[in-house]
């Protein structure tokens, strides 16, 4: 064996970062839950005894995550007056009310670990691991992962992007949002159009719970409803809108929740797709999004598909050509793609 070292140093630092990043997740998740980058944000520029003050919490230990936010650039530090702050992108990113939240998504892998046992398993046996089995975080960490990109995108430009669509959510449409989880996707139709009622659907009991206190507490309880069904036989017909928001992909059978999909639709009804960004062949997602969401997949999103059968497990990068086909096969004769992000493509497809 004839190791050239330079390509070993570039693989080791690598590794280096990688697991600083695994113990940067459960440093972010403690910040998280702590409210540390806001009290940074809000005393800034500002000591550890000041952020471990507002927060109400030990300084010794702020000092510590202070020091490892700053090394890892999710917080900058001055030399000069050894103090901590935000620049205007790390607040956008980690302590605005109204920005992403990102430290959100830490919780999914923090989550995912308390299951690692039986996930290995899963994968192990090919036997899968249920959505319901993960830890409750994990259904927390995954709503506030991706509410942020729908906050920003669905309204001012999916919708806009659906062919007469959002002229018939203005005066008033039946929506239904299949795998709503949290009810994210599903409050924000209802905000946006007030003529419009929504119906969410999801199997997992709890995130329906959960959804329709949301509902209750934004005052949408009259136009906005949650109910526990899956995707291959949630209830109604003749809707004029159906959406699935990432989690077509996870579903054992996905084609027979698309069919369903097209039966429940109205004849000049629209079946909008949203799911993780991919291109059709591995080499073109072998990037920082592709490993996100191929490793996430591995231990979530195939691992809840193999739980059932077909066991299909189309996975988090299925790519827009398998969408499409498998679109076609339900039944949908006009499919296209109506809009795009780094994070997510959206599919417009129609009876």
């Known amino acids: ?72 650039g999710y917080v900058t530090y001055d030399p000069d007056t050894e103090r901590f702050s935000l620049t205007e992108e790390q607040a956008f990113l980690l302590a605005a ?7 959100a998504a830490f919780h999914l892998p923090v989550a995912l670990a308390r299951n690692v046992e039986p996930v290995t398993e899963a994968v192990r046996t090919g036997s899968g691991f249920a959505w319901h089995r993960h830890d409750p975080e994990l259904f927390e960490g995954t709503e506030r992962f991706f509410r942020p990109g729908y906050a920003a995108a669905l309204v001012p ?17 039946r929506v239904a949002d299949v795998g709503c989880g949290h009810g994210a996707s599903s ?69 027979a929740a698309a069919r369903h999909v097209r039966e429940a639709l109205a004849d000049d009804g629209v079946f909008m797709l949203v799911e993780p ?11 920082p999004v592709g490993r996100l969401y191929y490793t996430a997949s591995t231990a979530i999103c195939v691992a809840h598909s193999k739980t059932a059968p077909p066991a299909t497990a189309l996975g988090a ?8 086909a498998l679109l076609r096969e339900a039944g949908f004769t006009r499919v296209r793609r109506a809009a795009s992000t780094p994070f997510n493509l959206v599919l417009e497809a129609r009876p």
Not at 197 to 219: I, L
Not at 277 to 287: I, T, V, W, Y
Not at 317 to 324: P, S
Request: glycine share 12%; charged share 20%; aromatic share 8%.
């Open 1 to 72: 064996m004839t190791i050239d070292q330079d390509r070993l140093d570039a693989l080791l630092g690598r590794f280096v970062t990688d697991v600083g990043a695994g113990f940067h997740a459960v440093n972010a998740v403690i910040g998280d839950r702590l409210g540390l980058y806001q009290a940074l944000a809000a005393v800034m520029p500002a000591t550890p005894e000041d952020v471990a003050r507002h927060a109400g919490v030990d300084e010794r230990h702020v000092r510590e995550w202070l020091s490892g936010q700053a090394a890892g």
């Open 97 to 103: 009310p109204d920005g992403m939240q990102a430290a």
């Open 157 to 173: 430009s999916w919708i806009p992007a659906l062919d007469g669509v959002e002229e018939r959510l203005r005066t008033g449409a």
């Open 187 to 255: 409050l924000l139709m209802a905000q946006a159009y007030p003529a419009t009622t929504v119906t969410g659907f999801d199997y997992h009991r709890g995130s329906v719970e959960v959804a329709g206190k949301r509902a209750g507490d934004a005052g949408l309880g009259h136009r906005v409803s949650f109910e526990v069904a899956s995707a291959a036989d949630f209830p109604g017909s003749g809707y004029d809108l159906v959406t699935v928001f990432d989690a077509l992909h996870d579903m054992p059978d996905p084609l």
């Open 277 to 287: 960004f991919a291109g059709d062949r591995l080499e073109d997602n072998l990037n």
């Open 317 to 324: 990068q299925a790519g827009e050509a398998r969408l499409t």
